[in-house]
């Protein structure tokens, strides 16, 4: 059995509009991280 590693050519790309109004600096930076670096997707693979 070998690990199921996702190609670029199967990623569906997304647009993110991030309102940080009154929110601390750093928990927005957080959250941005997780979203550009695909974790929060179920199909992640690093």
Do not use: C
């Not at 647009?15 to 997707?41: N, Q, S």
Request: hydrophobic share 35%; no cysteine; net charge positive.
């Amino acid at each position: 059995m070998s690990t199921f590693m996702e190609k670029a050519t199967d990623l569906n790309r997304k647009w993110y509009i991030i309102d940080a109004e009154g929110k601390p600096l750093g928990r927005v930076a957080t959250v941005v991280a997780t979203i550009l670096r695909g974790k929060h997707r179920p199909n992640y693979t690093p």
